[in-house]
């Protein structure tokens, strides 16, 4: 029986390392595709193809996605941490976003087999909202260029998806962060970056009260709504989905519990977590609250976010403390974290990973 072709495109992200993990435990031909070197679990189960490539460049797109019965379009473009500030000046931030997936289109109409594409989409795509918990059904209004590009993409896949060229589904994603499961993981994030601060003892800084609230998804959670996805085509295609805890945290809750996994680990007391102005280019969107309910998605496929918050944050913890992190001086520098820094559905990830 020949085995199926999955492709990973932005393998070498954050979210893309964990997908392509979760992915290599099955019988399939899987083709991890990154800018950087995507890193694959020894002793997988399937036959993995490393490929390395700008899918901005012409034709990469066709060439990385040769023969794929299912896509998993994991790619993000990132310019630093402002980078949803940064798209409505950037048009590097379009191409990757919302130009790929038409490259993507084009190839996949070219061919005679209809695979399944899954995209990642973010949750703050729904942009300024009243509700205080996101089901789905909400209109979109996207306040950022950021998460407009994310709504041009997914609405692209709705529309190849009617027209017969795929089998298109958005995962709205949750507020991703790393628990370290994943080597070279460790340090992207507003989470790990955090954790860092904490670690060499620095104050954790955020803007005003810290009582906005997010869904924080562990990435690794994440990769199997994608590959739960992938086994769910029929009952997914068409349309989006939210995945998270369905849990809200605050920005000073995080911050604090990243302080006291810290201090657990390295029995010094908890850093302080000290609020700070927003600077001027804070936005509407900063103060917006975006936690989901994930019940529509459990239902049509039985997954269920598994790790806890707390958990999670004494594994990274542990791991930067394991690898000698705890010496060395945060590389975020002065950063002052607002909501919108911890708002990304794949924060970490590089253009065209």
């Known amino acids: 029986m020949t085995r199926p072709t999955v492709v990973v495109l932005g393998a ?21 595709v990154g800018r950087r070197t995507p890193t694959v679990p020894h002793g997988c189960v399937a036959d993995v193809e490393i490929h390395r490539a700008d899918l901005t460049e012409p034709g990469e797109v066709a060439r990385a996605t040769e023969g794929a019965d299912a896509v998993m379009h994991l790619v993000a473009h990132t310019a630093g941490a402002g980078q949803w500030r940064s798209a409505d000046r950037d048009t590097a931030a379009e191409r990757v976003t919302v130009g790929l997936v038409h490259d993507l289109v084009d190839v996949l109409a070219a061919r005679e087999r209809t695979p399944v594409v899954v995209f990642a989409g973010t949750t703050s795509q729904v942009g300024r ?3 205080a918990v996101l089901d789905g059904t909400e209109e979109d209004h996207p306040v950022t260029e950021y998460d407009r590009q994310k709504l041009a993409a997914e609405r692209a896949l709705e529309t190849a998806t009617a027209e017969g060229v795929l089998h298109g589904i958005t995962l709205r994603l949750g507020t991703l962060f790393s628990q370290g499961t994943d080597p070279g993981v460790q340090d992207r994030g507003v989470v790990a970056g955090m954790t860092r601060r904490a670690l060499a003892g620095e104050p954790l800084t955020m803007w005003n009260d810290g009582s906005v609230r997010r869904d924080l998804l562990c990435v690794d959670d994440a990769a199997r709504a994608f590959v739960a996805a992938l086994d769910n085509t029929d009952a997914l295609a068409g349309r989006h989905w939210l995945v998270g805890t369905g849990e809200a945290t605050s920005v000073g809750e995080l911050f604090t519990a990243i302080a006291r996994a810290v201090s657990a680990h390295t029995g010094r007391p908890p850093v302080p977590v000290v609020s700070v102005p927003p600077p001027a280019e804070s936005i509407a969107a900063d103060v917006v609250d975006f936690v989901v309910d994930p019940s529509a998605f459990q239902r049509a496929t039985g997954w269920t976010a598994r790790i806890p918050l ?40 590089a253009a065209s990973e």
């Open 310 to 349: 707390a958990d999670a944050l004494a594994s990274l913890a542990g791991g930067h403390t394991r690898t000698g992190r705890a010496e060395y001086t945060s590389d975020t520098g002065g950063i002052t974290c607002g909501p919108d820094m911890i708002r990304s559905a794949h924060s970490g990830t």
């Open 129 to 131: 909202t009243t509700a």
């Open 12 to 32: 070498s992200g954050m979210l893309g390392t964990a997908v392509t993990r979760e992915l290599s435990s099955r019988p399939i031909r899987l083709r991890a």
